[in-house]
């Protein structure tokens, strides 16, 4: 899930930055000399056991799956331009860009932007007039495989008595 978030991520601010070049890294955006910078870094990735039972996947397969961890991956995407007016500009297309979900694994992990901190060329080590910190999270999960017999091959037997 995180190599898939991350991508998904390089590939929206590539979209929006053009050709400037793309950190994943705090220390390597730091030492930028770039003014028209985007970054994709990781923030956090936590874990929380799932007691439910329900069961994700094709009604009919024989293969299900039951959520055991609910798993949330947070990355904080930094876009910096030469002009408050570029910065917010790629801003706003970038959060146009964004999806609703990504698909991984074929189950939905829904995407929300948490938080926004715009920063001054002044309150930063950054080049850019003005930057955005975006906190974006990924609800996904962690699965177990259970097999199920379809209920049409099942014989049951009763007694009257």
């Known amino acids: 899930m995180y190599l898939t978030c991350r991508n998904y991520l390089i590939e929206k601010v590539r979209a929006v930055l053009g050709n400037g070049m793309i950190h994943t890294a705090r220390k390597t955006m730091e030492d930028s000399a770039d003014a028209h910078l985007g970054a994709v870094l990781s923030v956090s990735d936590s874990y929380t056991k799932n007691g439910s039972s329900k069961v994700y996947g094709d009604p009919g397969a024989r293969r299900r799956l039951r959520r055991s961890y609910d798993r949330q991956a947070t990355f ?76 049409s091959t099942v014989e049951v037997e009763t007694e009257r008595g």
Do not use: N
Not at 79 to 91: H, I, R
Not at 99 to 118: C, H, N, S
Not at 130 to 146: E, T
């Open 76 to 151: 904080m995407v930094v876009l910096g331009d030469f002009t408050q007016a570029g910065c917010e500009a790629m801003y706003e297309a970038f959060l146009a860009s964004l999806d609703d979900q990504l698909k991984i694994d074929g189950l939905p992990a829904p995407i929300t932007v948490t938080e926004a901190d715009w920063v001054d060329k002044d309150d930063s080590k950054l080049r850019s007039a003005l930057a955005v910190q975006a906190l974006i999270r990924f609800d996904g999960g962690v699965f177990k495989a259970s097999v199920f017999a379809p209920v």
